[in-house]
């Protein structure tokens, strides 16, 4: 089955701790995008991927970094989380041309 | 960089009646892609509807329709016909060829018995 996968579904953590949120994909999409969902703000890129070894910054990127290293997994990691980014995030990717995002099922972060 | 504004923050219709949800877009991209996304309270992001910039007939998925308005950089969703289970917060988003992709705020919908 086609899917975007994101580990873990729910996590609650201490301001400062870092942490990593993974994705994969089983699709070989080339490009995969992190968003963060927040209440009346709609979706907000984070960071995208157009292939391996290539990222750029979406519209907020500070306080996050990510990886490509290899074509199906694209992990987000906040090095010192902060509680304004306690957050829905949502891992995507897309087939070639960007004709559709396939998305994961969301993480759901609180930092306290 | 492009903008995507929803301008209606919540909308509520009868079941079985017709609602038409807004969006509009500035870009100075000539090639890309709008879609219409659907996120029920589970908070999955289902596909609704995509229309491609350079096509300029207006893209249908059962229920569903579109009025791209390419020049007035419009796009609309039309929902006929509408079920309870419709009941979501739909997002209008731009996707370009290459680069950043764009959302709006979304729309709340509610379908009332």
């Known amino acids: 089955e086609a899917q975007v996968t994101q580990n873990p579904r729910y996590l609650i953590t201490v301001t400062g701790k870092k942490l990593t949120v993974t994705c994969s994909q089983n699709m070989n999409h080339e490009y995969m995008s992190w968003y963060r969902q927040d209440p009346g703000l709609g979706l907000r890129q984070i960071y995208y991927s157009m292939n391996v070894e290539v990222t750029d910054k979406g519209d907020v990127p500070e306080g996050y970094k990510v990886s490509r290293k290899e074509k199906r997994n694209f992990p987000l990691i906040l090095e010192s989380p902060s509680p304004n980014q306690t957050s829905l995030y949502f891992c995507?990717?897309?087939?070639?041309?960007?004709?559709?995002?396939?998305f994961g099922p969301g993480t759901r972060l609180t930092v306290t | 960089a492009q903008t995507v504004t929803q301008s209606q923050p919540e909308m509520s219709v009868q079941e079985a009646e017709t609602v038409t949800l807004s969006c509009t877009y500035d870009?100075?991209?000539?090639?890309?892609?709008l879609f219409w996304y659907k996120q029920p309270p589970s908070r999955q992001m289902i596909l609704v509807i995509r229309?491609?910039?350079?096509?300029?007939q207006n893209a249908t998925e059962n229920r569903f329709s579109v009025n791209f308005q390419k020049a007035a950089k419009s796009f609309s969703l039309k929902i006929s016909d509408s079920q309870l289970g419709d009941t979501a917060m739909y997002f209008c988003?731009?996707?370009?060829?290459?680069?950043?992709?764009?959302f709006g705020d979304g729309t709340t919908l509610t379908v009332k018995p």
């Open positions: 229309q491609e910039a350079y096509k300029q």
């Open positions: 995507a990717s897309s087939p070639p041309g960007r004709t559709k995002q396939y």
């Open positions: 988003a731009f996707e370009p060829n290459a680069g950043k992709s764009t």
């Open positions: 870009t100075s991209e000539s090639n890309y892609y």
